[in-house]
């Protein structure tokens, strides 16, 4: 959907000035050097269509450059942008009008609500700007407004809005238009911590009902984790890292990355897919109760998963249990099994089953969505995963 390659922004420069050939460091300098500032150096990225797309990074990194440049409200100096298959930097004139007005929504952090027109009139302002007539606006501004939560709210005015619900008319006049890019500078940092959850649940929420594609800025890599399908890092206006929130965070790309890391809640990041094993060993039903006994003494184990053919979990067989069959006689596994066992699908986030760990004989079950047995996710996985890495620092 965005295919941007090698974007450059200097800032201060008049635009056909090449940028020097050199390291990334003496490029800084010698940019500097010339009396320009380079804000975006040498950024590729692709976002998929559909796609929650984070560009993170402290202050200063570039974020809002690269951002801005998806829709040209900052010029690039250099590089190639593709949306939709079309060259963006070779467009002028209404196709470019047409791209920023109406293939593309901006939502600010500090965006401005008209204090004098109604809730409604505000969220229909994207519209305005659009051209589309009053009452075809007014009614998506309706339908928007109630999608973020507000619909009883159009006739009143901003200054009756809290903060948050502010914010959500921002996402309203976002919504109301047909962009099917959203461009989102930092639009929730302003906000309370239970706001900004409530406001990135939303987001996550209409994310997935519209699949539109959106590109959002953060300095927050727990907002970036939480609602980030991949996330690129920036830092000095390159990109150090770009992936998934679970690869950035088992493979930190150097100690900038580290350093945001440290401050993740990982145990809300890494789900059971993260930190699933093998299970040691599985019976079937047409195991005896003593072969089953003696596998699991040899492997010094008190119980394991019980499978049906397709790889369902039955069951659980426990060693005392299956002794005491054994000595009645009882020669069928189906009537050993005992139902003492937490399953949990792969998705899941840590924090919402860790509690379970250690409660019964065998580890947690991660289950497909046919209740198949993928793994198992023994209590040491869990705390060896919660636990950062080390950061390696060099003495001098
Ligand atoms: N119009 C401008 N002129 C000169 N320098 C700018 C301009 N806009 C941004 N910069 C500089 O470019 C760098 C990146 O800015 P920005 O993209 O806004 O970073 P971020 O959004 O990550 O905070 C900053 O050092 C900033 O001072
Ligand atoms: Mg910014």
Not at 106 to 132: C, D, S, W
């Amino acid at each position: 959907m965005i295919e941007a390659s090698h974007l450059s922004k200097v800032y201060g420069l008049p635009p056909d000035r090449a940028l020097p050939l050199l390291t990334d460091e003496r490029r800084h300098e010698a940019v500097r050097d010339a009396g320009g500032f380079l804000g975006a150096d040498d950024v590729s990225f692709t976002v998929q269509r559909g796609e929650l797309f984070v560009i993170m990074g402290l202050s200063g990194s570039g974020k809002s450059t690269v951002l801005r440049m998806i829709n040209r409200l900052v010029e690039p100096t250099g590089g190639r942008l593709i949306i939709d298959g079309r060259d963006v930097l070779a467009m002028a004139g209404d196709d470019l009008r047409e791209l920023r007005n109406r293939r593309i929504s901006m939502v600010f952090q500090h965006f401005a609500l008209f204090p004098h027109r109604t809730i409604r009139e505000n969220a229909a302002y994207g519209l305005k700007v659009r051209g589309v007539p009053v009452k075809e606006r007014l009614e998506r501004a309706d339908w928007a407004l109630g999608r973020v939560g507000l619909g009883d709210r159009g006739d009143t005015r901003p200054d009756e809005l809290s903060g948050g619900m502010k914010q959500r008319v921002g996402l309203a006049r976002a919504l109301a238009t047909d962009a099917d890019i959203l461009l989102m500078d930092e639009p929730f940092s302003a906000l309370d911590p239970l706001i900004k959850r409530e406001m990135q649940e939303l987001l996550l929420t209409l994310q997935a009902e519209d699949q539109r594609t959106i590109v959002f800025v953060t300095h927050d890599l727990n907002e970036a984790m939480r609602i980030g399908h991949r996330i690129m890092v920036m830092k000095d206006g390159r990109v150090v890292q770009c992936g998934t929130g679970q690869e950035i965070l088992s493979s930190p790309a150097d100690d900038y990355v580290s350093d945001f890391v440290a401050d993740v809640d990982r145990s809300r990041v890494l789900t059971a897919a993260a930190v699933l094993r093998p299970p040691l060993l599985t019976a079937g039903l047409p195991d005896s109760p003593e072969d089953v006994l003696r596998r699991l003494g040899a492997a010094e184990m008190n119980g394991l998963f019980v499978l049906d053919e397709l790889g369902c979990l039955l069951g659980v067989a426990r060693d005392d249990l299956l002794a005491n069959a054994v000595r009645n006689g009882e020669g069928d596994l189906r009537n050993c099994l005992v139902q003492e066992y937490e399953a949990v699908p792969v998705d899941r986030p840590l924090v919402e089953f860790c509690h379970l760990a250690g409660r019964h004989t065998v580890p947690i079950a991660a289950v497909d969505e046919q209740g198949r047995l993928l793994g198992v996710v023994p209590r040491a996985a869990i705390l060896s995963s919660l636990a950062s890495p080390k950061k390696v620092t060099a003495h001098a």
